[in-house]
């Protein structure tokens, strides 16, 4: 596809359950972000994977997010256990190259907004 | 920890007018910055993206210029217009982690 992809759209869901939200990066883009956005509230960066790896996961709200990302496209974000506080919108990047390098420019999806009952 | 202020929160202009937008930072250790708008309900489109060596971008009536050793990053925008009107972000990236500012609310009268 021409750009980043989400999904869902959107997500509603009850307190305790767990989610995943998917994230398909531009093609040949090795680096892919993702970002947390509560309502009123600035983006909030939650982790970075340069290939399959993560160099710093400390940007996870808790040890109930976890992320992965396979064959250095395609990644996950699981919330377990969600709680209403987790509510906002999930947005997800992309960049050609990673954190580190002078040009990386980020190319974001249209997010997954997630609401917890 | 790399703090990001953007100044002013808001801003309401006529058409028409030149403006300057605001953003700092408290860690000079960057290696670029990117300037984003993002629409009510919408992700974020990248507007001008400046390296560390870089002062400047230019892209049509947008220019971003960037001093790193004061923290200070501008976005002017020329003749503004009512499509004008959106959140202006900038985005400081460091070694691990991007820190986005609160952001500036524009909105421009036709």
């Known amino acids: 596809g021409a750009g980043v992809s989400q999904s869902p759209s959107n997500k509603v869901t009850e307190k305790g359950k767990d989610v995943e939200l998917r994230c398909d990066p531009i093609s040949g883009h090795t680096a892919l972000y993702w970002y947390r956005q509560s309502l009123g509230q600035g983006l909030e960066f939650l982790i970075y994977f340069q290939g399959n790896s993560a160099p710093d996961k400390s940007g996870l709200p808790s040890d109930r997010f976890s992320a992965e990302r396979t064959g250095g496209s395609v990644s996950t974000l699981t919330i377990q256990r969600t709680q209403q506080e987790d509510s906002a919108v999930y947005l997800c990047a992309s960049s050609l190259e990673g954190l580190g390098a002078g040009y990386n420019e980020q190319f974001f999806g249209p997010g997954t907004r997630l609401t917890v009952l | 920890k790399q703090e990001v202020t953007q100044i002013p929160a808001a801003l309401s202009v006529p058409e028409g007018e030149n403006l300057v937008l605001n953003c700092s930072f408290t860690?000079?250790?960057?290696?670029?910055l990117q300037w984003f708008r993002q629409d009510p309900g919408k992700g974020l489109t990248s507007l001008l993206l400046?390296?560390?060596?870089?002062r400047e971008q230019t892209s049509g009536r947008l220019n971003a210029s960037l001093d790193k050793s004061s923290g200070r990053s501008t976005l002017y925008i020329a003749a503004s217009q009512p499509g004008d009107s959106a959140t202006y972000l900038c985005a400081v990236n460091g070694g691990f982690k991007t820190i986005f500012g609160a952001g500036t609310r524009l909105f421009v009268k036709a």
């Open positions: 400046i390296q560390s060596s870089q």
């Open positions: 860690d000079s250790a960057i290696y670029n």
